[in-house]
């Protein structure tokens, strides 16, 4: 299949580092351009990006959270809350979801509902034709996967259930005693991460966590050059970027205690235990 250039688009791309201070816009308005620059195709493909806000949307109105509706995925929320009613035109990994739920039969009863749906969701990204995208999907799972795991090690917590997937690499982390989980000679950036995740600086370790994204990304696209995935990628870096210009110590702090606090919550141990978060 030729693959379409973007010339105008890619070369209009302001540069940005990852340490931006300013930025001349954001996804949203980056978004906007790529619905009228792409082709429908690719356009298509780019929404795979978009749609962990529909996943936020969708557990928040099944489970009725009360949390503020996300206006930044696939779908608004309004479309997603009568979806639910009758799931005709939406992702079909949303439909098993939402099928499961109200027939109240776990497809992995073992799993949170939030990891249970992120599983069913990588199962879809991981069979999209475009091979960036699938790099990407596979290397954010594992790399999702390896950090919780190490972590949970750290602070003596179960992560059994909490491990996303269903395929073989994710059964080798969940049940793997090496060091490096025995992958790193399949992926060489686990050393990486163990290091990181020996920094008890909570934003710096965010930070660097983030820098591997952003390095990996210029990995994928090392031939390309003005195709559309050198659009995902910006899109990505934008992503991250604008989450660092939100981002603050008492920020980062929350998220990390939030990812163990589902881990301690995944199983019963002492009351007594002290989760040991690297809090100053």
Do not use: C, H
């Not at 996300?70 to 779908?75: D, E, I, N, Q, W």
């Not at 031939?223 to 992503?239: G, H, P, Q, R, S």
């Amino acid at each position: 299949m030729i693959r379409q250039n973007y010339y105008y688009l890619v070369a209009g791309l302001p540069d940005v580092t990852i340490e931006q201070g300013k930025l001349q816009f954001g996804t949203a308005e980056f978004r906007e351009e790529l619905k009228t620059g792409l082709s429908k195709g690719d356009y298509s493909q780019m929404e795979l990006l978009f749609l962990a806000d529909d996943n936020r949307n969708l557990l928040n109105l099944l489970l009725k959270e009360n949390r503020p509706l996300l206006a930044t995925g696939v779908y608004q929320p309004d479309f997603l809350a009568e979806e639910i009613k009758e799931p005709e035109n939406i992702r079909s990994y949303m439909k098993r979801f939402i099928e499961s739920f109200r027939a109240e039969t776990r497809l992995y009863p073992n799993l949170s509902f939030e990891n249970e749906l992120s599983t069913l969701w990588f199962e879809e990204l991981l069979s999209t034709r475009n091979e960036f995208l699938r790099d990407w999907f596979s290397f954010e799972l594992n790399l999702k996967n390896v950090i919780l795991v190490l972590s949970a090690r750290k602070n003596g917590l179960s992560w059994e259930n909490q491990v996303i997937g269903n395929n073989p690499v994710a059964d080798i982390i969940r049940k793997s005693n090496a060091r490096d989980l025995g992958l790193s000679a399949e992926w060489p950036w686990i050393e990486k991460v163990l290091q990181i995740t020996d920094t008890d600086d909570i934003l710096l370790r965010e930070k660097a966590i983030d820098l591997l994204r952003w390095n990996y990304l210029d990995e994928l696209n090392t031939f390309n050059y003005f195709t559309v995935e050198v659009l995902m990628a910006y899109y990505l870096k934008l992503d991250i970027i604008e989450r660092w210009l939100k981002l603050d110590y008492a920020t980062g702090e929350e998220m990390f205690r939030r990812m163990l606090g589902e881990l301690q919550n995944s199983y019963e141990f002492p009351n007594e235990f002290s989760i040991k978060d690297g809090k100053k």
